[in-house]
């Protein structure tokens, strides 16, 4: 039998993407890093049921929840686990719009390679 999540005024939606977060007990089995979905069946303002994907198979716990956190799919919750999840890298710098380079010599007579990088 599917499993119905009681969130009181949870404001969810049918297909909104969400994930679990420091559910007591720990071997409902969902899996805290995995993002799941609301269903249309069984929605209501204090109920839902949830799917690994849209419009999946409704989810069956192994055991019953008695506490957790309802994130959206890209928040990161801290829990004390030992593991840490790294966020997202930094974007990719776009290439230079030109680059100029000469050679130049010093005052010791020692030549130099002078470089310029335009972004």
Do not use: C, W
């Not at 993407?17 to 007591?24: C, D, G, I, P, Q």
């Not at 004390?80 to 776009?94: I, K, L, Q």
């Not at 010791?108 to 470089?115: M, Q, S």
């Amino acid at each position: 039998m599917a499993s119905t999540i009681t969130a009181n005024a949870h404001g969810m939606i049918a297909d909104q993407a969400f994930k679990f977060a420091n559910l007591v007990p720990d071997n409902t089995g969902i899996i805290e890093s995995t993002t799941y979905y609301v269903l249309a069946a069984g929605l209501t303002a204090n109920t839902f049921r949830f799917s690994t994907s849209i419009g999946g198979t409704a989810f069956v716990l192994s055991y019953d929840l008695t506490d957790g956190s309802i994130i959206d799919p890209d928040t990161y919750v801290v829990t004390n686990d030992g593991v840490m999840t790294p966020p997202d890298p930094p974007a990719t710098p776009s290439a230079p719009s030109s680059v100029t380079s000469a050679l130049v010599t010093d005052s010791t007579g020692g030549v130099l390679v002078h470089l310029k990088v335009t972004l």
